[in-house]
Each structure stands twice: as C-alpha cells, then as structure tokens.
C-alpha cells in the first residue's frame, strides 16, 4: 500500500449528488482537474482539499478514508 492514493471524491459526489462540473465551477477549476483528481491522476493541495470539503459541507478526512467494503452476511 506503499504510495497508494486514496480519495472518495468521487464517491462522496454520487452519494451527494453532486457532479464534477458543479464542484468544478464552486472552486473555481476545470472539470478536468476535478476529473483528474477523481480519478487520482492528480492530488489536490491540502488547500485545495479543505475547500472542496467546505463546499461539500462535509469533514475532510471524509475525502481520505477508504470507503468500506460491503460485507455480506
């Protein structure tokens, strides 16, 4: 797991309902950042990390944390 990049950006999106032009435009960047950073092509800056969380309304290490595996029972 050396080196892995984890974000849930794109998962936080769906669940929210919240598309990557949308985030896009309230940052102030392209889609194709946000695209790239859905994707981990590209890491956002801590900066960049926080205001995406504000504009999510949601805490930060929400976009770090690995979303579990559904478990079945």
Do not use: F
């Amino acid at each position: 797991m050396a080196g892995e990049r984890i974000n849930r950006l794109k998962t936080v999106l769906a669940e929210i309902g919240m598309t990557q032009k949308a985030l896009a435009e309230k940052l102030g960047v392209t889609e194709h950042t946000i695209s790239r950073i859905c994707t981990n092509d590209n890491q956002p800056s801590l900066k960049t990390l926080r205001e995406i969380a504000l504009i999510l309304e949601i805490d930060v290490r929400d976009l770090l944390v690995p979303t579990p595996a559904k478990r079945k029972l």
